[in-house]
């Protein structure tokens, strides 16, 4: 059975770090796409970054290079989203998602079907 849970959300001051983790079961992170996703009240849900296949190939948003970062430990079947130089802007629920890696293309990668989510972990950025 897939499973994907998200864990390490929290209340951060601005300015402050996060290291989120997307820890999955029912499959090999080798054989698929694990993106990072994110949803603030009323806004529509954002591609974050994902990391892709055996390679580990990584893209990036344009909103958030440079501050987040992807990365997966496939012996602990985790993937992570290290969340640096928070604002209140990155005040969301943040969610993993997985889609088999032969299915997963970079042009859109954000827009795409996935087929497993997470419960989503929350994180809120205030002083």
């Known amino acids: 059975q897939v499973q994907l849970v998200e864990s390490g959300g929290g209340l951060v001051q601005p300015g402050g770090s996060l290291r989120l983790s997307c820890q999955v079961s029912?499959?090999?992170?080798?054989?698929?796409?694990i993106a990072w996703f994110r949803q603030a009240p009323g806004k529509e849900r954002e591609g974050v970054a994902c990391?892709?296949?055996?390679?580990?190939?990584?893209v990036t948003s344009p909103s958030v290079e440079g501050r987040f970062t992807i990365s997966r430990d496939n012996a602990k079947n985790t993937v992570f989203l290290q969340v640096n130089g928070l604002t209140p802007e990155d005040t969301a629920v943040y969610y993993c998602a997985a889609v088999p890696a032969t299915s997963w293309r970079v042009g859109g990668w954000w827009r795409r079907t996935y087929d497993h989510w997470g419960q989503g972990t929350q994180v809120t950025v205030s002083s």
């Open positions: 029912g499959f090999s992170l080798d054989s698929y796409a």
């Open positions: 990391i892709v296949g055996r390679e580990g190939r990584s």
